[in-house]
Nanobody, 125 residues
Framework: QVQLIQSGGGLVQPGGSLSLSCTTSGLTFNRYIMAWFRQAPGKEREFVIAINRNRQTQHSESVRGRFTISRDSAKNSVLLQMNSLKPDDTAVYYC???????????????????WGQGTQVTVSS
């Protein structure tokens, strides 16, 4: 049984930092592209950032220079570090794993096989 268990998140003031962690089990971690998506109220789920086993990354323009992603093969986990947070970053964040996506399709949620439970991130003063 594949599981993606998320931790972290919460409430932070604008300009602050938060980190989210996603620990996987039941899958061969190095075969998967790991990504973070987010969904704000009333909006569609959107791609945030992703990383492959070679540590190549992609990110959305909205988080450029502020969010970073890393992966730890020993722990089968991926970390999202979010800095300089803005109110527009408020959303439920989802960890996702894909064995099928190619570089040009990393941003498409249809290519992701497994999803975490979601974690609320709220940026507000």
């Amino acid at each position: 049984q594949v599981q993606l268990i998320q931790s972290g998140g919460g409430l932070v003031q604008p300009g602050g930092s938060l980190s989210l962690s996603c620990t996987t089990s039941g899958l061969t971690f190095n075969r998967y592209i790991m990504a973070w998506f987010r969904q704000a109220p009333g909006k569609e789920r959107e791609f945030v950032i992703a990383i492959n086993r070679n540590r190549q990354t992609q990110h959305s323009e909205s988080v450029r220079g502020r969010f970073t992603i890393s992966r730890d093969s020993a722990k089968n986990s991926v970390l999202l570090q979010m800095n300089s947070l803005k109110p527009d970053d408020t959303a439920v964040y989802y960890c996702a794993a894909s064995s099928r996506a190619i570089f040009s399709s990393w941003k498409d949620n249809q290519f992701y096989d497994y999803w975490g439970q979601g974690t609320q991130v709220t940026v507000s003063s």
